[in-house]
């Protein structure tokens, strides 16, 4: 799964010349943590009561955002 990430990371930035990519992810969600923070994902804050999530009702999701510059630095 990593390495499908980063070849989208790399469509994102260099063909579609994004400069912010951002994922939210379920704070019990430690497998895709992990993942988003070995790519160089960063934690910006948790989003209370962010999304309706079934009978779970209202839950609330961490924001990891990556920024172009980062990216570059990180494949070096």
């Known amino acids: 799964m990593t ?3 980063s070849a989208i990371i790399d469509f994102g930035f260099d063909e ?9 992810i379920m704070p ?3 497998a895709s943590i992990k993942m988003l923070e070995k790519l160089g994902f960063r934690k910006e804050g948790r989003l209370e009561e ?3 999530w079934g009978s779970k009702g209202f839950v609330d999701l961490y924001m990891f955002a ?6 570059g630095r990180s494949k070096m």
Do not use: D, F, P
């Open 3 to 5: 390495e499908a990430l």
């Open 16 to 24: 579609m010349e994004l400069n912010r990519l951002e994922a939210v």
């Open 28 to 30: 019990g969600n430690t």
């Open 50 to 52: 962010y999304e309706k």
């Open 66 to 71: 990556m920024l172009r510059k980062a990216w």
